[in-house]
């Protein structure tokens, strides 16, 4: 079924059943292709329903989607249109391992460091508020140990007192590449 989504207006029809077999697919492919290049599964595994969630209730590219570092966006470079290349991912002139601009409109940020992903959503809230494109949403998927870092909370901060449209995502798995403290470790 994946090798039929060409976009994530493809997903829009889908019945329940469908999804779910679709998500199965998603986890074979990327265990598979990620095996074979590398890569970064767990994060990936982790967000397949998510991704497809949020490709089927937003209008990427219109509504920007952004991935925080980057180490979950695998889904979304399968649900628009680039799930052919995986057998390129992270070789020379192949798929980047991260969003990459130069691949695809849908996304909008290149790779970034951990708590950065609010921060540019609420940037792209402020540039469409400002040309008046009121009518997009942004959205950050966020995960809960880069909520520890003092970027996001700055963001937040900013966010709620524009009262922008920016939906944010927490994957809140526990996980984090060194230990997180707070009450959002």
């Known amino acids: ?54 490709h089927r209730v937003f209008d990427s590219p219109h509504d920007p989607i952004v991935f925080d570092t980057g180490h979950q966006a695998y889904v979304h470079k399968m649900l628009t249109g680039r799930q052919a290349d995986f057998d390129t991912l992270r070789k020379k002139g192949g798929l980047s391992g991260y969003p990459s601009r130069a691949e695809s409109e849908h996304d909008w940020v290149e790779s970034s460091h951990a708590s950065a992903a609010l921060s540019y959503a609420d940037g792209l809230a402020k540039a469409f508020e400002l040309t008046g494109h009121r009518n997009r949403h942004v959205v950050a998927v966020v995960g809960d140990g880069a909520l520890t870092g003092g970027m996001c909370w700055e963001a937040l901060n900013n966010i709620a007192a524009a009262r922008r449209p920016v939906v944010i995502v927490v994957n809140d798995n526990g996980r984090s590449y060194a230990p997180t403290i707070g009450g959002f470790a």
């Open 1 to 54: 079924m994946l090798e039929k989504v060409r976009g994530p207006a493809d997903l829009q029809h889908l019945s329940q059943q469908q999804l779910t077999d679709l998500a199965a697919e998603i986890r074979q492919v990327l265990i598979h292709k990620v095996a074979a290049t590398g890569g970064h599964l767990g994060p990936n595994l982790g967000v397949v329903e998510v991704t497809l969630a949020l």
